[in-house]
């Protein structure tokens, strides 16, 4: 059946270093939503991609939709320890999120 | 606006026993969701509704697990009989609309109820 794979699964970054996520999928996706979960909270929506190479800025975030439109990035410049948090890919065809990159960000 | 309740927060049973959550979704949003979230795992879609249609159950486990959305607002989720491995954070989310599978609106997640089954 289709999967949403994220690596990495952990990231410890120091404040001020960069991080990126990458989700990939086994079947091509209509859409791709990303969302930050904070410990112990629930997740969040940050942004949706729907075209082929598409790319979009939130402030220190960039999201990245693939070409065949099967994988998504999420690069975060500067990490802040307010990012701390676990970051979901959730694809379209049938709704499924992806595995999860938990960031850790040291002071 | 008033985001996502959910009832109850927590919850605590013994195996083998039934248990219910319900849902009140953001007012206006068509499109209402169950997830299941084991610790350290991304949500898994249970059912999804689309005012009161149920559009994809296909991941609910159906033996014990039964939802519904009667009058296209509301929701409860039922498992009966409980499993060890029920044990989770059940979540519910909404949104505006959802046009079958190529566009979903933003979804929107409840606090979540916590079941730990003993």
């Known amino acids: 059946g289709q999967q949403v794979m994220q690596i990495p699964q952990y990231q410890h970054v120091q404040e001020g270093e960069d991080f990126t996520t990458y989700c990939n999928s086994s079947?091509?996706?209509?859409?791709i939503q990303w969302y930050k979960q904070r410990p112990g909270g629930h997740p969040v929506f940050l942004i949706q991609?729907?075209?082929?190479?598409e790319v979009k800025k939130q402030k220190r975030l960039t999201f990245q939709f693939g070409e065949a439109k099967k994988n998504s990035s999420l690069h975060i410049t500067a990490t802040q320890t307010t990012d701390v948090g676990t970051y979901f890919c959730?694809?379209?065809?049938?709704?499924?999120f992806g595995t999860g990159t938990r960031l850790q960000v040291f002071p | 606006e008033a985001g996502v309740a959910q009832s109850p927060r927590y919850k605590i049973i013994e195996k083998r026993q039934s248990v219910a959550f319900w849902c009140n979704p953001i007012?206006?949003?068509?499109?209402l969701y169950w997830y299941q979230q084991i610790l350290g795992q991304g949500p898994k879609l249970l059912i999804q509704?689309?005012?009161?249609?149920?559009?994809?159950d296909s991941q609910l486990p159906k033996d014990r697990f039964s939802a519904e959305r009667l009058k296209g607002v509301d929701s409860t989720l039922k498992i009966q009989p409980a499993k060890l491995e029920d044990s989770a954070v059940y979540l519910c989310?909404?949104?505006?609309?959802?046009?079958?599978?190529?566009?979903?609106?933003?979804?929107?997640f409840g606090p979540g109820t916590r079941l730990t089954v003993l």
């Open positions: 989310a909404s949104s505006h609309y959802t046009l079958g599978d190529s566009i979903t609106d933003t979804q929107y």
């Open positions: 991609l729907v075209k082929s190479g």
């Open positions: 079947t091509t996706l209509s859409n």
């Open positions: 959730a694809g379209l065809m049938r709704l499924i």
């Open positions: 007012s206006g949003h068509a499109t």
């Open positions: 509704f689309q005012n009161n249609g149920v559009v994809d």
